[in-house]
């Protein structure tokens, strides 16, 4: 008999298709480069991390120098260690780990110490970070003994090592922190290289008439003199209308800065009204008002007259420019009003605020700067700035 054989059906094996295989490839892909980025975060935040660790550990070495010695080293003598005497505070100076993170660069990744004032009863301490820490925001920052500051500032640091050697009452270091902010929106505006003298009065602190006795533009000069019967408070110096007044100790004649005869600035953030800003002891000189007049002096003689008259009466800020021999400019906080007035000489003595002659006021005062001339811009952009300054520091902005 003949066996019929039967047809097995062909057994067909299933693949990936092309598309399958590129989409599993995508997969792969996608999580690989997440994975990388995980990983490398991980290391930033650990260099981040082991970077204010060793801050902390070269801050308490400094601290244990200081008990013991009264004074912070010499930063020559703060290399691989920290030693003096015999006696070992830190056995090895720890360098930044590597590579830097963030907006740091090679030079801003270091930890480089400097003594501060002439008894090296201060330090700064440099160093960058790239990424939030804890409550530090990333970027050059400063520790000194108060705490760490924003930014790597010398001028803040100048500022407190004035105040340290005054023995003054510093401000908190999170007020210091927008101390520092401020200066540095001055600086980048063009406001901070135009003057000579900047005086700051208001902290939200009343333990600090002193401190804001500083010239925060150059903090070696003179202090200013407070006089008569001041009262200090959050938002600064307030005079009694009778005695109180401020001298700055700021003469422009003898100076030698910014502040000319035919390119000059003054200006002030007023809180309370009153009459007279600043002054000399010649009643009709180089005064500002809180009123709309045409006595608004800046370099001219006691007889010319300001022509038109100038509106600054009200709270917020009040300055006056001169630009040239006949041209100035006055801004009532946004507004600006110009007018001419011919210049004559500088005079001989120094600026006083809250007094003109013999005649006081009893305006109160947050800001004062005198300095050369600034542009409408810069003078909105200073604006600006301290109203973002107070409100960081709890009170309303009122420039």
């Known amino acids: 008999m003949v066996k019929l054989l039967r047809m097995q059906k062909p057994i067909f094996k299933t693949a990936f298709t092309l598309v399958e295989l590129l989409v599993v490839i995508a997969i792969i892909g996608i999580l690989a480069t997440l994975a990388i980025v995980a990983i490398q975060n991980t290391r930033k935040n650990a260099r981040d991390t082991k970077r204010m660790a060793d801050i902390k550990q070269i801050q308490t070495a400094l601290e ?4 013991d010695n009264g004074s912070y080293p010499v930063s020559s003598s703060v290399t691989s260690t920290i030693r003096y005497g015999g006696k070992v505070y830190m056995e090895v100076y720890p360098q930044a780990p590597t590579p830097p993170d963030g ?7 270091q930890y480089v110490y400097t003594e501060v004032g002439a008894d090296n009863g201060s330090y700064n301490l440099s160093f960058c970070i790239g990424s939030q820490t804890g409550n530090i925001s990333p970027g050059n920052k400063s520790a000194t003994p108060i705490g760490i500051l924003e930014r790597d500032s010398a001028e803040l640091t100048a500022i407190i090592a004035r105040a340290e050697a005054e023995g003054f009452t510093l401000p908190s270091v999170s007020t210091l922190r927008q101390v520092d902010i401020l200066i540095g929106a001055m600086k980048t505006s063009g406001f901070w290289d135009e003057q000579d ?14 401190f804001s006795r500083i010239n925060w533009k150059n903090p070696s000069d003179p202090l200013a003199v407070r006089n008569g019967g001041l009262t200090y408070g959050v938002y600064g110096e307030l005079g009694n209308g009778s005695n109180a007044h401020i001298d700055t100790n700021n003469n422009p004649s003898t100076y030698g800065g910014n502040y000319t005869l035919n390119d000059a600035g003054r200006g002030a953030v007023i809180f309370s009204a009153g009459s007279v800003i600043d002054g000399t002891a010649n009643a009709s000189i180089n005064s500002l008002r809180n009123g709309n007049l045409d006595a608004h002096k800046i370099n001219q003689l006691a007889t010319t007259a300001l022509s038109p008259s100038a509106d600054l009466s009200g709270v917020g800020y009040k300055g006056v420019n001169r630009d040239d021999a ?3 400019r006055f801004y009532n906080k946004a507004t600006e009003l110009n007018g001419t007035a011919n210049s004559s000489s500088l005079y ?12 006081y006021s009893s305006i109160g005062i947050s800001f004062y700067h005198l300095g050369g001339s600034i542009s409408q811009t810069i003078t909105q952009n200073f604006r600006i700035a301290y109203n973002a300054y107070l409100v960081s520091i709890g009170l309303t902005a009122i420039a």
């Not at 003298?197 to 002193?210: E, G, K, Q, R, V």
């Open 64 to 67: 244990l120098y200081f008990n």
């Open 103 to 109: 907006n740091c660069d090679e030079e801003a990744n």
């Open 197 to 210: 003298l900047i005086l700051n009065f208001a902290y939200n602190n009343t333990d600090l008439a002193n």
């Open 326 to 328: 006949t041209n100035v």
């Open 348 to 359: 001989n003595g120094n600026q006083y605020l809250m007094r003109r002659g013999g005649t």
